[in-house]
């Protein structure tokens, strides 16, 4: 009964977080319209609350939805982006092509795959210090020319460097090389 229990708290609080967040609701708003204290709905969001069916239905009410669904296993927040909808740059008179891996803006972080033509050069932007840079070649060899140094990253390999020094990836190899790139930004 406990452990039921406690599913069901989780449930409940997983789905007040999305519909909340759906609806565009900071929680003091949904306090307001659902006429409950901010803090009974920030106990029932953290998955300790134990709400009477009194609460649940002026939460529901709230929400614009059926109790049931606020008690339902939580609906999956997936998202497949299809190849043509990542966006892509062109870099170094089109040689060099970068894809955005990830859709959304995540604070302090990078993620690109890098394709790059035969005999391709790409100067890249240094960032602030502090930040650090891996580079994976996934198929072919890149080459990269940081501070004077030249590092050759083979199929498989991963290259760690600091990413605020400034830093070329080059492709000497006679056939398309690809990378994958996460930049991890200074906080």
């Given at each position: 009964?406990?452990?039921?229990?406690?599913?069901?708290?989780?449930?409940?609080?997983?789905?007040?977080?999305?519909?909340?967040?759906?609806?565009?609701?900071?929680?003091?708003q949904l306090a307001l319209r659902s006429e409950l204290p901010r803090s009974t709905l920030s106990y029932i969001e953290s998955g300790s609350g134990n709400p009477s069916l009194h609460n649940l239905?002026?939460?529901?009410?709230?929400?614009?939805?059926?109790?049931?669904?606020?008690?339902?296993?939580?609906?999956?927040?997936?998202?497949?982006?299809?190849?043509?909808?990542?966006?892509?740059?062109?870099?170094?008179?089109?040689?060099?092509?970068?894809?955005?891996?990830?859709?959304?803006?995540?604070?302090?972080?990078?993620?690109?795959?890098?394709?790059?033509?035969?005999?391709?050069?790409?100067?890249?932007?240094?960032?602030?210090?502090?930040?650090?840079?891996?580079?994976?070649?996934?198929?072919?060899?890149?080459?990269?020319?940081?501070?004077?140094?030249?590092?050759?990253?083979?199929?498989?390999?991963?290259?760690?460097?600091?990413?605020?020094?400034?830093?070329?990836?080059?492709?000497?190899?006679?056939?398309?090389?690809?990378?994958?790139?996460?930049?991890?930004?200074?906080?």
């Open positions: 009964m406990i452990k039921e229990q406690k599913i069901n708290s989780w449930r409940l609080a997983i789905n007040v977080q999305n519909l909340r967040k759906k609806q565009n609701l900071t929680q003091h239905t002026r939460l529901a009410l709230a929400l614009q939805v059926s109790i049931e669904e606020l008690l339902a296993i939580p609906k999956t927040q997936t998202q497949l982006i299809k190849k043509e909808n990542i966006p892509r740059i062109m870099k170094a008179g089109g040689l060099v092509e970068v894809l955005k891996l990830f859709p959304d803006q995540l604070p302090g972080v990078e993620l690109d795959r890098l394709i790059f033509k035969p005999q391709a050069r790409m100067v890249g932007t240094p960032h602030i210090e502090g930040t650090k840079e891996y580079l994976y070649c996934l198929k072919g060899q890149i080459t990269v020319l940081i501070s004077g140094s030249r590092y050759q990253v083979e199929n498989g390999e991963v290259l760690v460097f600091q990413g605020g020094q400034p830093h070329t990836y080059l492709n000497s190899f006679s056939k398309s090389s690809e990378g994958i790139s996460l930049v991890l930004f200074s906080r």
